[in-house]
T-cell receptor, first 111, second 113 residues
Framework: GESVGLHLPTLSVQEGDNSIINCAYS??????FIWYKQESGKGPQFIID?????DKRQGQRVTVLLNKTVKHLSLQIAATQPGDSAVYFC??????????FGTGTRLKVLA | DVKVTQSSRYLVKRTGEKVFLECVQD?????MFWYRQDPGLGLRLIYF???????EKGDIPEGYSVSREKKERFSLILESASTNQTSMYLC????????????FGSGTRLTVV
């Protein structure tokens, strides 16, 4: 299997519970943020994004919260399912070509 | 289904070999990127290209070069592979306005022995 994520922090949740994954970003000038999901053996996939003029955005079963005061981003997953098991990481952009990626959190869903 | 395709999922190469990692996208994106992904370090940008035949160094370009002869194809070259280049390599593409993030390939797991 993939060795990516061997040293990642891990969040274990019971199936059906809500999950909260946190990310501290680095650049106070960043104005656009994305959460990615990376399943084993696959590339990262876009989940949800948020601009800095918002503090909350909801998708299907996912919510992203942005706290610019403390440079903190969180991803909430409602009613976590086995298919949610993956590595999740945030990305920030300060208006250039380049994103800065977090190191990720492994989510394990327990049956 | 739009996609970014990396030609190899797994590669094993010997120290000193010249290694080519290929990436093709079918979305007519201007920007293409090569990252490596290592445990605890996240994604680190090696090189990117914003147009055909154009390239820019990322954060860790040493030991690598790239080629973009056609818009859809972006190749990463390890001139002389070393064991510290053992990693997961991810290719990504994005339109000229990079909001909405990148589309990533599935990655190439390279082991240099």
């Amino acid at each position: 299997g993939e060795s990516v994520g061997l040293h990642l922090p891990t969040l274990s949740v019971q199936e059906g519970d809500n999950s909260i994954i946190n990310c501290a970003y680095s650049n106070s000038a960043s104005d656009y943020f994305i959460w990615y999901k990376q399943e084993s053996g696959k590339g990262p996939q876009f989940i949800i994004d948020i601009r800095s003029n918002m503090d909350k955005r909801q998708g299907q079963r996912v919510t992203v919260l942005l706290n610019k005061t403390v440079k903190h981003l969180s991803l909430q997953i409602a009613a976590t399912q086995p298919g949610d098991s993956a590595v999740y990481f945030c990305a920030e952009n300060a208006g250039t070509y380049k994103y800065i990626f977090g190191t990720g959190t492994r989510l394990k869903v327990l049956a | 289904d739009v996609k970014v395709t990396q030609s190899s999922r797994y590669l094993v190469k010997r120290t000193g070999e010249k290694v080519f990692l290929e990436c093709v996208q079918d979305m007519d994106h201007e920007n293409m990127f090569w990252y490596r992904q290592d445990p605890g370090l996240g994604l680190r940008l090696i090189y990117f290209s914003y147009d055909v035949k154009m390239k820019e160094k990322g954060d860790i370009p040493e030991g690598y070069s790239v080629s973009r002869e056609k818009k859809e194809r972006f190749s990463l070259i390890l001139e002389s592979a070393s064991t510290n280049q053992t990693s997961m390599y991810l290719c990504a593409s994005a339109p000229a306005t990079t909001l909405r993030g990148y589309t990533f390939g599935s990655g190439t797991r390279l082991t240099v022995v």
